[in-house]
Structure formats: structure tokens, C-alpha cells
């Protein structure tokens, strides 16, 4: 039991891994409403995420000029294992 709370206070020491916020992105419904489609955290612990969390903290509806920027593209999960060349 001993090490299991010492697990618990590393964990607690340590939560870079924890988002600071979301980029929830969400599709209308055929009932008019909106269902979720996914979420992109965002962490403090890295610069990059850091600079536009701080930047739609400052002004929530920015996240809307998101979408002026964004580039999407949709890759079908290949069958095989790997596409390392180990053999």
C-alpha cells in the first residue's frame, strides 16, 4: 500500500500532462443540435500550446479565426502492424 501512495504524490508532483484547455470541435445533428466530434487538448507544458492557450484565453471567440487557418485531411488506419522497415 506504501507504493501506491507514492505513486499517487509523483503523479501529483508531476501533472505537465494535464491540458489547461480544449479545442472541441462539433458537427450539427439531423435534430438540429450539435454532437461533439473530438477535443485537442491544450498543455501549458509545451511552448507551442502554451502561446495559443494564451491567446484564446485572452479572447475565447478567437477560437472561431482557428478555422481561416486550418488545414484538415483524413488518413484510413493501414492494416499493417508497422511501416518500419525491421526486416
Do not use: C
Not at 480544449?22 to 498543455?43: E, Q, V
Not at 479572447?59 to 484538415?72: F, G, H, V
Amino acid at each position: 500500500m506504501a507504493l501506491a501512495k507514492r505513486q499517487i504524490a509523483v503523479a501529483a508532483q508531476n501533472d505537465s500532462w494535464k491540458a489547461q484547455g480544449f479545442l472541441n470541435f462539433y458537427l450539427p445533428s439531423k435534430d438540429g443540435s450539435t454532437r461533439k466530434l473530438g477535443a485537442i487538448p491544450l498543455r501549458s507544458s509545451k511552448p507551442a500550446e502554451m502561446t495559443l492557450l494564451e491567446w484564446l484565453k485572452e479572447d475565447p471567440t478567437r477560437a472561431e479565426n482557428i478555422l481561416l487557418k486550418l488545414s484538415i485531411d483524413f488518413r484510413e488506419v493501414n492494416d499493417e502492424a508497422s511501416s518500419f522497415d525491421l526486416f
